[in-house]
T-cell receptor, first 114, second 108 residues
Framework: KAGVTQTPRYLIKTRGQQVTLSCSPI?????VSWYQQTPGQGLQFLFE???????NKGNFPGRFSGRQFSNSRSEMNVSTLELGDSALYLC?????????????FGPGTRLTVT | QKEVEQNSGPLSVPEGAIASLNCTYS??????FFWYRQYSGKSPELIMF????GDKEDGRFTAQLNKASQYVSLLIRDSQPSDSATYLC????????FGTGTRLQVFP
């Protein structure tokens, strides 16, 4: 079974630009969560989508948004990029998102903002 | 106080020894707990999960959960240099909250 895939793997953007990252979950998984990982803050939860609905949201500004499509693929968007948005963005999928909740990560997208 | 706390390490153990990684959590509503291994430059890889009090064994790994003490641990038996990585503990209530990880170094 194919794992979680994320595209692109690397991105370099300029302050003020916007960026869209994509995540395809494991086949059959309906929950997709997004995380930001930085050396200083570790893994921080951004949001979770299940059946095209945002079910949970972390403590990030409104510049960070996401969506999920009917095939469970998900995108996240960051508008008006800041230098501090440079990070590894990880998506993770799980079967349902509740109850037993084994969550599997994709390889991540490394975003650099200059 | 962070919701999930881990000692950042590094924890250094000789090859063949038992590595003991610990994690405490503050949210009593957390029902399930997960251990991930992350190699430098890679994404986290799920190695163990535990939902009930007590021990759960999988190969060289044993996860232990004590909900009364709000404590989770991971034991790695017969540690190998390839086990050298950062180990992330995570607890789930309505969402998965990660600790900052413990760096494990296994030396030959």
């Amino acid at each position: 079974k194919a794992g979680v895939t994320q595209t692109p793997r690397y991105l370099i953007k300029t302050r003020g630009q916007q960026v869209t990252l994509s995540c395809s979950p494991i086949s059959g998984h309906r929950s997709v969560s997004w995380y930001q990982q930085t050396p200083g803050q570790g893994l921080q939860f951004l949001f979770e989508y299940f059946s095209e609905t945002q079910r949970n949201k972390g403590n990030f500004p409104g510049r960070f948004s996401g969506r999920q499509f009917s095939n469970s693929r998900s995108e996240m968007n960051v508008s008006t990029l800041e230098l501090g948005d440079s990070a590894l963005y990880l998506c993770a999928s799980s079967l349902t998102g509740t109850g037993y909740y084994e969550q599997y990560f994709g390889p991540g997208t490394r975003l650099t903002v200059t | 106080q962070k919701e999930v706390e881990q000692n950042s390490g590094p924890l250094s153990v000789p090859e063949g020894a038992i590595a003991s990684l610990n994690c405490t959590y503050s949210d009593r509503g957390s029902q399930s707990f997960f251990w991930y291994r992350q190699y430098s430059g890679k994404s986290p890889e799920l190695i163990m999960f535990i939902y009930s009090n007590g021990d759960k064994e999988d190969g060289r790994f044993t996860a232990q959960l004590n909900k009364a003490s709000q404590y989770v641990s991971l034991l790695i038996r017969d540690s190998q240099p390839s086990d050298s990585a950062t180990y992330l503990c995570a607890g789930k209530n309505d969402k998965l909250i990660f600790g900052t990880g413990t760096r494990l170094q296994v030396f030959p």
